[in-house]
């Protein structure tokens, strides 16, 4: 069984950045054709923020793109956020998660495995 687990949250003041890791932590996840990061903020849906596919080409929505930067490293038992440049509107709890399948999606129910999260608050 595949178990994910997020590390790097943490509160900051605007314009800063923090680096989001999730580790694999059992299992195998070389059979998982994407893998990606959602967050949730209070109140609000599950929102879909990047993804990687198993070729190393990456996706991201509009509200993070050119600032934040999705990688996976070789052995594939890390994937890693940067984010930069963080406005209190993303401020959110990050999840980590991997689906099988032949393309990566911003559906949130189409993601079988999901680490715990990792709360980022951003401050003004």
């Known amino acids: 069984q595949v178990q994910l687990a997020e590390s790097g949250g943490g509160s900051l003041q605007s314009g800063g950045s923090l680096t989001l890791d999730c580790a694999v932590l059992s299992g195998d996840i070389t059979h998982f054709y994407c893998m990606a990061w959602f967050r949730q903020a209070p109140g609000k849906e599950r929102e879909w923020v990047a993804a990687i596919d198993s070729d190393g080409s990456t996706t991201y929505a509009d509200s993070v793109k050119d600032r934040f930067t999705i990688s996976q490293d070789n052995a594939k038992s890390t994937l890693t956020l940067q984010t930069d440049s963080l406005t209190p509107e993303d401020t959110a709890m990050y999840y980590c998660?991997?689906?099988?399948?032949?393309?990566?999606?911003?559906?949130?129910?189409?993601?079988?495995?999901w680490g715990q999260g990792t709360q980022v608050t951003v401050s003004s």
């Open positions: 998660a991997a689906r099988s399948g032949l393309y990566c999606s911003l559906a949130a129910d189409l993601y079988t495995v």
